[in-house]
């Protein structure tokens, strides 16, 4: 696959970004993408973030690849600034961010030399993205696992891609070639995976995990807050905890607060007591993920795919 403009800015061989997903991208997984020729992007999460220990991750992505990666920041975080600080300090190549604007960052990330790709729910998210000076964006869809928008990738692509002047990358709904060429004919110069990495031979996270995820269907993806009516909706693996966190939203007298918390502590011991307290975000494309394939070999696979799709390869 040639170059295109993601991959010119980020320094990449394949315009395929691995998502920011919390305690599952580490060392292993962020630089087994990039070590394959995508870009790794580890997660700190948005709560009770150790810097140091932070600081030791990047540290150690580094010594695993020579490859370009990136650190995800949700400036929704308390910790927001002091990241900042340590990705500009540590001189990190790319950073993704979400969960609010990078406005107040800008000068001290280009100083640093850092490529600033926000994630987007909406155009008019990426038109505002696009006059802070940002390269690129990160379109995603509703379909995504994690914190979803309100707009599905079909719809939402071709609509950020007619507002803004810079390359947009598509998430949300991507686990092939064929969805790589689909976005692609949208407009789109780059996609961004985080679902169809979870079950790779170099993603940590628990082997019944991956065999529930082997096993979902799109249906298996099921929203939190949706009931309830929060801002920050999350779509995960149904798991025992979360039905019983929806069927608390359904009750006339839920709170947020009570939701959130049931939500925070359920996320910050992710793998505990097996499949019954599991948060795990999963996108609904999950029915098409179906090996526990090296990295290497996914995006081997989906490159080739999508060049016998496309007429001119990329």
Do not use: W
């Amino acid at each position: 696959m040639s170059k295109n403009q993601v991959c010119e800015l980020l320094k990449i061989r394949y315009p395929i970004i691995q998502g920011a997903m919390t305690n599952v991208t580490d060392v292993g997984l962020v630089s087994a993408v990039s070590n394959a020729g995508g870009l790794g992007i580890y997660a700190p999460g948005i709560e009770n973030i150790d810097l140091e220990y932070v600081r030791k991750q990047i540290r150690l992505i580094r010594a695993a690849t020579p490859n370009s990666f990136g650190v995800n920041i949700m400036l929704a975080s308390a910790f927001a600034a002091q990241l900042v600080d340590l990705v500009c300090e540590e001189k990190v190549p790319v950073v993704t961010t979400g969960a609010g604007n990078p406005a107040p960052y800008m000068a001290q990330f280009k100083q640093a030399g850092i490529t600033v790709v926000p994630v987007v729910p909406s155009k008019e998210a990426a038109v505002k993205m696009q006059a802070i000076g940002v390269e690129m964006v990160i379109a995603e869809g509703m379909e995504s696992g994690g914190y979803i928008g309100r707009i599905s990738t079909m719809t939402l692509i071709p609509q950020v891609v007619d507002a803004v002047k810079i390359p947009v990358i598509a998430a949300g709904g991507i686990a092939d070639g064929r969805g790589m060429a689909a976005v692609f004919m949208l407009g789109a110069q780059g996609i961004q995976m985080g679902t169809r990495f979870l079950t790779t031979k170099e993603c940590a996270i628990p082997e019944h995990c991956k065999a529930a995820l082997l096993n979902a269907q799109s249906k298996d993806a099921v929203v939190l807050g949706e009931r309830i009516g929060v801002a920050a909706r999350l779509r995960v693996l149904r798991t025992p905890i979360t039905e019983e966190i929806q069927a608390y939203e359904s009750q006339k007298d839920a709170s947020d607060a009570v939701f959130n918390k049931s939500v925070a502590d359920a996320r910050g011991n992710p793998y505990e007591g097996g499949l019954d307290k599991v948060l795990l975000g999963t996108g609904q494309i999950v029915a098409l993920v179906n090996d526990t394939d090296s990295v290497k070999t996914v995006i081997e696979r989906i490159s080739m795919q999508f060049n016998a799709i496309q007429e001119v390869p990329i």
